[in-house]
C-alpha cells in the first residue's frame, strides 16, 4: 500500500532531523521530501512542533523495540541489563548514526514545550526499564543503580558521538558490571522486581 501523508511526512522528518538537526530543517524541506502540501502538514500535526514531538515519539518507540528485543535474548537478570549496553554498541557502529536524537532535539527547545515532553517520556522509560532490571538482580539499592547506568548510557551516547567512538558502549557495559557486582544484594527485591518488569513491558 501507498504510504499515507502522516507516514511520509515522518520518515522525511526522520531522515532529516536526525541526519541534520531538528532547528537547521524548516517545515519547508519536510514537506518537499514527503511530497505533501504544507497545508497537509498543519493539518496532521498542527505545526513543526507537533511534527518533532511525533518524530521523537516514533524515536521513543524504535529505541524500545531494539533494547527489548535485545533483552529479551537473556534469561538471566545481569545480562538482560548489560544487553542494553550491547545494543547501544551495534547502534553506535552504524554509519547513520547521528548521536541522540532526544539530546540533539531539545537542545535548543523551550521548557514545558511539547518536544520536551517527549524527551521526558522517553527518559522516564529508560529509566523506568533500568530500575526493573536492577530489582532483578537484587540490587540493594535499585532506584540508585538505576540513575548510575542511566548516567552510563547517556554518557556512552554522548562520547560515541562527539569522539567517534563505537566502543564507547562496551566501556559503559565494562562499568555496569562493576556496579552491579557492587550492588548485588540478597535476592529480597525479586518479587518487587517482578512488579517494576511488568509495568515496563520487559
Not at 504510504?3 to 531538528?22: D, I, K, M, Q, W
Not at 504544507?38 to 516514533?58: D, H, P, W
Not at 547521528?98 to 529508560?126: I, K, M, N, P
Amino acid at each position: 500500500m501507498k504510504p499515507t501523508a502522516r507516514e511520509r511526512l515522518l520518515a522525511a522528518a526522520n531522515e532529516l532531523f536526525y541526519a541534520e538537526g531538528v532547528q537547521s530543517v524548516g517545515v519547508d524541506r519536510v514537506i518537499e521530501r514527503a511530497g505533501v502540501a504544507k497545508a497537509t502538514l498543519y493539518n496532521i500535526f498542527g505545526g513543526k512542533e507537533g511534527l518533532v514531538r511525533a518524530y521523537l515519539q516514533a524515536q521513543h518507540a524504535s529505541t524500545a523495540d531494539r533494547i527489548t528485543t535485545a533483552v529479551a535474548q537473556f534469561d538471566d537478570p545481569s545480562g538482560r541489563l548489560l544487553a542494553i549496553f550491547d545494543s547501544q554498541g551495534i547502534l553506535f557502529a552504524q554509519p547513520e548514526f547521528h548521536g541522540c536524537a532526544f539530546v540533539s532535539a531539545t537542545a535548543e527547545t523551550r521548557r514545558g514545550s511539547l518536544v520536551e515532553q517527549a524527551a521526558d517520556d522517553y527518559r522516564a522509560w529508560v529509566r523506568s526499564l533500568f530500575t526493573a532490571l536492577a530489582y532483578q538482580v537484587g540490587a540493594q539499592e535499585p532506584e540508585v543503580l538505576a540513575a548510575q547506568l542511566h548516567l552510563l548510557y547517556d554518557g556512552a551516547a554522548l562520547c560515541a558521538r562527539m569522539d567517534y567512538d563505537a566502543s564507547a558502549a562496551f566501556t559503559a557495559r565494562d562499568a555496569a558490571a562493576l556496579l552491579l557486582n557492587c550492588a548485588a544484594g540478597d535476592g529480597r527485591h525479586a518479587e518487587i522486581g517482578a512488579a517494576v518488569t511488568k509495568r515496563a513491558d520487559i
